[in-house]
């Protein structure tokens, strides 16, 4: 079985007939998560479903509404996924975006042609009807459009709301039947209006209300993880970061003494991280947590490993070996919970369709150790109630249930820790340099009161060296990389204008204080193309 077959996520939550729900219908696009976050941003619940989903799966949900992705194909191929026409009859609103509205306006009888001028990027949208779809929309505003294929003939019913420079039909509407469509891509964040229109659909078009709050996740996680857990025990793995410990409360909240909390020291924190996280967790929270000493075992693991994705593989095979032996001795445990999100499943797995077969390719980024480390034999079920949310709903999630603000607002942590931030061989010497350096840079954006001007801020330690000179000496020694960023959800991200002073205090310090280190350098590079982390 696969990891996410296993997983108790909010899923189950489309049975319950009374909660309002707007489906989005995936066709590989890279952004139908997104949709689907935008919608819940509106208070709405939303999932994304394979465009395999039949009719009747559909008029069981009985959603609001139903979005229609982007997608990668065009309509006109032999095989390009198709949904069954007949959702096109469930008198459900629906409306297509990209991909979506060429496959509507293909089905119902219209024309998509691969046209001579796609449009790629910006576009200013003109509107000739300001109704329906795109009341408060300025005209003029500016669209972010990818297409190469365009509708150049409509179906019957159906009017141009708005057009484009290159594109007559970037916005059209059957009101009577209640189809639209969207050439641009109202749910990226360079969509001017994009909200605006994503709120029309859902306020005005399907009559939702605000029903899907932080709350109602809280709750239904909650009866959802009884349900499925029982009277069985579950290892929460707790790292202390912001995810692990909002599931570490969630979980208390649910199950109580069914549940179990560890931590695995690796070797590859932070200084003086383990420490405080047991004693926080113990002290202030009276949640005991189980302490496991491990690092002699995890640095063997990485010994002489320089390949990024090896390191990572063998890094969660040995935390899934470390759960299994310890869980030997306090279990038997039925459960293992982690605190996945859906950024970490999105870069370690299949996202995208193949255009030619419709079926789902892997095009991994990373794997992130909790996702893409897992074995295919791994003997526990896995509970991840977060895994389909992203970093900022999951800090929503955390202070409703009582998280104090100093792990809410903590910088995201790798499980991989330190081992991914160095480039290379990791070696117990290295590890010592890279803690000194990232403990200067962690105390100098806390003492200047920056420390919530970034969405992260580390130090990475690269394996060349390089001359300098200090004291009237040679020096021939490792460079330490300074990378600051800013972001929403870690899924795109910009480096951090920081200010030079600060660049300056930190710089000077780690050189003087930091043995083995003689140059200091700022990573100038956003996500995409560059990732957060080093490897
Ligand atoms: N040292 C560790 N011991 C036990 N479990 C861990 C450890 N490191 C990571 N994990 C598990 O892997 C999951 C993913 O790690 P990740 O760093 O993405 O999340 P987090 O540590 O909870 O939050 P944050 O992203 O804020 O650091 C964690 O939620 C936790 O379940
Ligand atoms: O728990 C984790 N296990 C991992 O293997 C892992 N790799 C990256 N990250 C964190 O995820 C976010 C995106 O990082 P990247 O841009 O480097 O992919 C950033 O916040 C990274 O710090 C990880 N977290
Ligand atoms: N982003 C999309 O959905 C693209 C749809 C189609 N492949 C086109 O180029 O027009
Ligand atoms: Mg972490």
């Given at each position: 079985?696969?990891?996410?077959?296993?997983?108790?996520?909010?899923?189950?939550?489309?049975?319950?007939?009374?909660?309002?729900?707007?489906?989005?219908?995936?066709?590989?696009?890279?952004?139908?998560?997104?949709?689907?976050?935008?919608?819940?941003?509106?208070?709405?619940?939303?999932?994304?479903?394979?465009?395999?989903?039949?009719?009747?799966?559909?008029?069981?949900?009985?959603?609001?509404?139903?979005?229609?992705?982007?997608?990668?194909?065009?309509?006109?191929?032999?095989?390009?996924?198709?949904?069954?026409?007949?959702?096109?009859?469930?008198?459900?609103?629906?409306?297509?975006?990209?991909?979506?509205?060429?496959?509507?306006?293909?089905?119902?009888?219209?024309?998509?042609?691969?046209?001579?001028?796609?449009?790629?990027?910006?576009?200013?949208?003109?509107?000739?009807?300001?109704?329906?779809?795109?009341?408060?929309?300025?005209?003029?505003?500016?669209?972010?459009?990818?297409?190469?294929?365009?509708?150049?003939?409509?179906?019957?019913?159906?009017?141009?709301?708005?057009?484009?420079?290159?594109?007559?039909?970037?916005?059209?509407?059957?009101?009577?039947?209640?189809?639209?469509?969207?050439?641009?891509?109202?749910?990226?964040?360079?969509?001017?209006?994009?909200?605006?229109?994503?709120?029309?659909?859902?306020?005005?078009?399907?009559?939702?209300?605000?029903?899907?709050?932080?709350?109602?996740?809280?709750?239904?996680?909650?009866?959802?993880?009884?349900?499925?857990?029982?009277?069985?025990?579950?290892?929460?793995?707790?790292?202390?970061?912001?995810?692990?410990?909002?599931?570490?409360?969630?979980?208390?909240?649910?199950?109580?003494?069914?549940?179990?909390?560890?931590?695995?020291?690796?070797?590859?924190?932070?200084?003086?991280?383990?420490?405080?996280?047991?004693?926080?967790?113990?002290?202030?929270?009276?949640?005991?947590?189980?302490?496991?000493?491990?690092?002699?075992?995890?640095?063997?693991?990485?010994?002489?490993?320089?390949?990024?994705?090896?390191?990572?593989?063998?890094?969660?095979?040995?935390?899934?070996?470390?759960?299994?032996?310890?869980?030997?001795?306090?279990?038997?445990?039925?459960?293992?919970?982690?605190?996945?999100?859906?950024?970490?499943?999105?870069?370690?797995?299949?996202?995208?369709?193949?255009?030619?077969?419709?079926?789902?390719?892997?095009?991994?980024?990373?794997?992130?150790?909790?996702?893409?480390?897992?074995?295919?034999?791994?003997?526990?079920?896995?509970?991840?109630?977060?895994?389909?949310?992203?970093?900022?709903?999951?800090?929503?999630?955390?202070?409703?249930?009582?998280?104090?603000?100093?792990?809410?607002?903590?910088?995201?942590?790798?499980?991989?820790?330190?081992?991914?931030?160095?480039?290379?061989?990791?070696?117990?010497?290295?590890?010592?340099?890279?803690?000194d350096a990232?403990?200067i840079?962690?105390?100098?954006?806390?003492?200047?009161?920056?420390?919530?001007?970034?969405?992260?801020?580390?130090?990475?330690?690269?394996?060349?060296?390089?001359?300098?000179?200090?004291?009237?000496?040679?020096?021939?020694?490792?460079?330490?990389?300074?990378?600051?960023?800013?972001?929403?959800?870690?899924?795109?991200?910009?480096?951090?204008?920081?200010?030079?002073?600060?660049?300056?205090?930190?710089?000077?310090r780690i050189v003087n204080e930091v043995k083995?280190?003689?140059?200091?350098?700022?990573?100038?590079?956003?996500?995409?193309?560059?990732?957060?982390?080093?490897?």
């Open positions: 079985m696969s990891p996410s077959n296993q997983t108790l996520s909010p899923t189950s939550l489309l049975d319950k007939a009374n909660l309002q729900t707007i489906i989005i219908i995936d066709f590989g696009s890279q952004y139908s998560e997104l949709i689907a976050r935008r919608i819940r941003e509106t208070q709405v619940y939303s999932e994304v479903l394979s465009y395999r989903t039949s009719p009747e799966k559909l008029r069981e949900i009985n959603p609001r509404g139903i979005i229609l992705s982007g997608g990668p194909s065009s309509v006109y191929d032999d095989l390009a996924p198709k949904c069954d026409p007949e959702i096109w009859n469930l008198g459900i609103p629906v409306l297509g975006v990209c991909y979506g509205m060429q496959l509507m306006v293909k089905q119902l009888g219209g024309t998509v042609e691969k046209v001579k001028l796609g449009e790629y990027g910006k576009a200013e949208l003109f509107i000739e009807d300001p109704t329906d779809l795109l009341t408060n929309v300025a005209n003029g505003s500016t669209m972010w459009m990818s297409h190469g294929d365009s509708c150049t003939n409509l179906p019957e019913g159906f009017s141009v709301l708005a057009y484009t420079k290159n594109t007559p039909c970037a916005a059209i509407s059957n009101p009577d039947r209640k189809l639209f469509g969207v050439q641009f891509h109202p749910e990226v964040v360079h969509s001017e209006g994009g909200n605006a229109l994503i709120r029309n659909f859902v306020y005005h078009v399907c009559e939702c209300e605000p029903t899907w709050t932080t709350e109602t996740f809280v709750e239904e996680s909650i009866k959802d993880i009884r349900a499925k857990v029982g009277d069985k025990r579950v290892l929460l793995a707790l790292s202390g970061g912001v995810d692990s410990s909002t599931l570490a409360f969630l979980l208390h909240q649910a199950i109580g003494d069914q549940l179990t909390c560890m931590f695995i020291d690796q070797g590859f924190m932070r200084k003086g991280e383990p420490e405080r996280l047991v004693e926080i967790f113990k002290n202030k929270f009276h949640i005991p947590v189980e302490y496991v000493m491990a690092r002699d075992r995890f640095l063997k693991q990485v010994d002489g490993v320089t390949d990024p994705e090896l390191k990572r593989r063998r890094i969660g095979h040995e935390f899934i070996q470390v759960f299994e032996e310890e869980s030997k001795k306090l279990g038997p445990f039925d459960y293992l919970a982690q605190g996945t999100l859906y950024p970490d499943v999105i870069e370690s797995a299949d996202t995208n369709v193949d255009p030619k077969t419709g079926e789902r390719v892997a095009v991994k980024i990373k794997s992130h150790h909790n996702v893409g480390g897992l074995p295919k034999d791994l003997r526990f079920k896995l509970v991840e109630p977060l895994r389909k949310l992203f970093k900022d709903e999951v800090r929503n999630v955390a202070r409703a249930i009582g998280l104090p603000e100093e792990i809410v607002r903590r910088h995201p942590f790798p499980g991989p820790g330190l081992a991914i931030r160095i480039v290379g061989e990791v070696t117990a010497e290295r590890l010592n340099i890279l803690r990232d403990f840079v962690r105390d100098e954006i806390s003492q200047q009161g920056m420390y919530h001007d970034y969405w992260q801020a580390f130090a990475v330690l690269l394996p060349i060296r390089s001359v300098g000179v200090m004291g009237d000496k040679r020096t021939y020694a490792h460079p330490i990389v300074l990378r600051f960023i800013t972001s929403e959800d870690g899924m795109t991200a910009d480096w951090a204008k920081v200010p030079y002073d600060l660049l300056e205090t930190i710089s000077n083995g280190v003689n140059r200091v350098v700022y990573d100038i590079t956003s996500k995409p193309p560059g990732t957060i982390e080093w490897e």
